[in-house]
């Protein structure tokens, strides 16, 4: 069964984006995932940011791509949620620390920032409703 069934297969709030969603609005977000933590990452090789600016986006990216092994591999909702709001903290932190070096790496990950809070709350949503 492919991730989008298991999607669907979960009881989902009415304001539920359609499966079809994710795939489109993800290869966005990860084309400027790649950039900006790219830059981040390639600042710290170069020492010109201190290795603990890139600590909050090393782990961002763990846990996000945890997510998708705890929600459709694991099929466990409380796992995903709780790893959602990990790639949210971390998202934040990582927002907050780069500011001060790099302000467009904030800006840039402002739409990150967005569908990964709706994507908490949907999150947390499925996890209620299927409990």
Known sequence: MNESQKYLDFIRPDWAPPSWLFGPVWS???VLIAISFGKVFWMVWLKQLPWVVALPFVLNLIFNLSFTYFQFG???N???SIDILLVL???IW???AIYHYVPWVTYI???YLLWV???TVLQLTITYLNW
């Open 28 to 30: 966005v977000l990860y």
């Open 74 to 76: 694991l099929q466990n």
């Open 78 to 80: 409380l796992l995903a």
């Open 89 to 91: 903290g971390t998202l």
């Open 94 to 96: 990582g927002m907050i």
């Open 109 to 111: 990950n402002i739409p």
């Open 117 to 119: 809070s709706f994507a």
